[in-house]
């Protein structure tokens, strides 16, 4: 599987880590991230598993994790958000069960996703300042909502 995600994604692949026998990351730039996806789920049959967000103090990362499940492997897609606009395209239009992933990353990273549905709350509570996101290494508990 490998050989045939290298050979579809050619010059679109930023870096490939090949982290062990079962598990592979893939940095694509974020314009990419919907034909990518659309090949990796429509055209190779990849599985989406989940995804995750991460602040890295640097800039935002979300990684799109694909199982080979035939292969027992996993590759996942990084891709890098500058803090300055943070936004990328939403990939719910090609796998619709990215929907709830997506939102929960915009609502505790603040990373915009571009022709998402549905942006709204999931997990905080309504009392929740808007524009404060719990998982940013920015994140202080003074921002935290008080308790009654």
Known sequence: ????????LGNRVVNWEKKNERRYYIEIKKEDVEEVTQILFKELGLRFSIASG?????NFEILYHFSADNEDKFFSLRVKISKEKPEIHSISK???AAKWIEREIWELLGINFIGHPG???LILTEDWPKGVCPL????TNEQRPEKA
């Open 136 to 139: 940013r290494k920015d994140f």
């Open 94 to 96: 090609i796998i619709t």
């Open 1 to 8: 599987m490998e050989n045939k995600i290298k050979e579809r």
């Open 119 to 121: 942006l709204e709350r």
């Open 54 to 58: 991460i602040d890295t103090i640097d």
